[in-house]
């Protein structure tokens, strides 16, 4: 796993997870905020954000039944059934809830579900955890319909050459036989995706090489499963492109991007970046993540949340290799490695910081990247997906900070009880 990029709080204890089930199940708050008893719920005047290309409705109307998206449009355009609830969103704006394609979700199943719900909170929807999923609740979960949680997928266990001192859950493969006889594995556990690790980190560890990682990805693709890879070197992006990667979980950051990686990517134009930007090295206001963090934890983190020069070359490298990657045209995914569940909300802020428009970004943490991991019943809004959306309280589109300015989550149609989740929270 890469070194934590932000501050993170000391770990949340597990004694918690009683009063967060009791929220979260009907015997706390009602979960369900709106309390209507019709089948049909018509959200109507707030700006709609589709999650695509299309441009934004500032005057939209969102159907919602059984836990689907029916018809979303502007006001007049949109058939609205007769005997619907209809709740005034005027001033609003509604996206998509965030599909963040690259995390590490606890393998334990408590501390999983946990997690799940944290990140709901912050609108997540979909969670993709890379690598670190040992045993079965991880695959287990994935099927589940968990109250108030993000729903989330697994690569299982991901792929490396031997990295003694690190982690010892993924493979640990030095032959082309036992880096096919992972896929393998994987592949008949279900896996969502194969993660590789691409990196000697700092010249620890021998470096998984296009001798091992040719295999995995020639495997992979035998059986149906997609890879991709957590690099940090330009020359080893060149080489995954040739070898048939599908993305990239992290940005090329050792050096700026050349015109042959340029040419080798535009001839596999449906490779994947996650870009998983490094902090960009200033100071930033953390007050916001006193909804969920007690005080003292808020604190300690602000106190760490300067400016740090010796961050920013790092952070440039990466924007600019972001930057030129998206004006070639080429698919921008998103993901935030590590765990916390607010740094969604960092990250989408810090590609905006690297020169991308807003709604690039929100079409990256939305559409793309459940287009990215083939789901196609979440990341935008549209007829037959599911009803997964946010209601913000400002516009992202004018300032990509108002993603964190939460009116409501609504995750399958039911909106989720934020205020009973933030005390749950802050009581840990």
Known sequence: MATTLRPTPPSTPPAWALALLLVLSGCGPA??????????????????????????????????????????????????????????????TIMPAIVNAHVHLPPER??????????????????????????????????????????????GRGITTPEPGRSDVPYWVTT????????????????????????????????????????VIETAHAN??????????????????????????????????????MELWRERPHVVLVPNLPGPGVSEDL???SETLPEETVAEMQAQ??????????????ARNLVRISEAGLPIAFGT???????????????????????????AATGTSADFMGVDDAGTLDPGKRADFLILN??????????RRIDSVVLGGQVLDRAGLAAALKGA
């Open 31 to 92: 979960a369900d905020q709106a309390g209507s008893t019709s089948p049909v719920r018509i959200y109507q005047g707030a700006t709609l954000i589709f999650g695509d290309s299309r441009e934004a409705v500032d005057e939209g109307v969102l159907v919602v039944s059984e836990g689907q998206i029916i018809a979303a449009g502007p006001v007049g355009e949109v058939e609205v059934p007769s005997g619907a609830e209809t709740i005034d969103v005027s001033g609003k």
């Open 110 to 155: 408590e501390a999983r579900i946990e997690s799940l719900r944290h990140m709901a909170y912050w609108g997540t929807g979909l969670a993709v955890s890379l690598g670190h999923d040992e045993g079965a609740a991880a695959f287990d979960i994935r099927h589940e319909t968990i109250p108030g949680a993000s729903r989330s997928m697994t690569a």
């Open 176 to 215: 082309p036989e036992e880096a096919e006889a992972a896929v393998q594995e994987l592949a008949t556990r279900s896996a969502d995706i194969v993660k590789i690790w691409v990196d000697d980190r700092g010249g620890q560890y021998e470096k998984l090489g296009p001798e091992l990682y040719g295999p």
């Open 224 to 261: 149906g499963l997609e890879v991709t890879a957590h690099i940090f070197a330009l020359e080893d992006a060149k080489g995954l492109l040739r070898a048939g990667v599908d993305a990239f979980a992290h940005g090329i950051r050792d050096q700026d991007v050349d015109d042959e990686l």
């Open 287 to 289: 007050s916001w993540l």
């Open 305 to 318: 949340a300067v400016d740090r020069p010796e961050a920013r070359e790092a952070f440039g490298i990466q």
């Open 337 to 363: 490695d590590g765990s916390a569940p607010w740094a969604v909300h960092q990250e989408m802020a810090d590609m905006v910081r690297s020169g991308l428009a807003p709604a690039q970004v929100v079409r």
């Open 394 to 403: 400002a516009n992202p589109l004018n300032d990509i900070a108002n993603t």
